[in-house]
């Protein structure tokens, strides 16, 4: 079964920058929507990119518009979530999930296949 691994989690500083990444061995992802969600302490989750099949198009959600770019490396069979600027208002764990969606329906959560999550703690 398709299962989804993150990676690059961690403590930063506000202002800094991580970047994570999303795998699924045995899985070519480009034939996957794939998208990122975050949940924090007490909040619903919340999603917060995502890529859709075959890199048609993408989609950011307006909280991290401009601080927040989502990629594929398909050489890497990888999706990448660059985070810049980060705020103390974004830790939270962050999901990988994949599924074959249509295109308006990646920031979703209509995804069958999620991650285990990577904690992300933005704090001085």
């Known amino acids: 079964q398709l299962q989804p691994v993150e990676a690059g989690g961690g403590l930063v500083q506000p202002g800094g920058s991580l970047r994570l990444s999303c795998t699924a061995p045995g899985y070519k992802l480009d034939f996957y929507a794939i998208g990122w969600f975050r949940q924090a302490p007490g909040k619903e989750r919340e999603g917060v990119a995502c890529?859709?099949?075959?890199?048609?198009?993408?989609n950011v959600a307006g909280s991290v518009r401009g601080r927040f770019t989502i990629s594929r490396d398909d050489a890497k069979n990888t999706i990448y979530l660059q985070m810049n600027s980060l705020k103390p208002e974004d830790t939270a764990i962050y999901y990988c999930a994949a599924d074959i969606l249509p295109d308006d329906q990646c920031l979703t959560s209509q995804y069958d296949y999620w991650g285990q999550g990577t904690q992300v703690t933005v704090s001085s």
């Open positions: 890529i859709t099949r075959f890199n048609r198009s993408s």
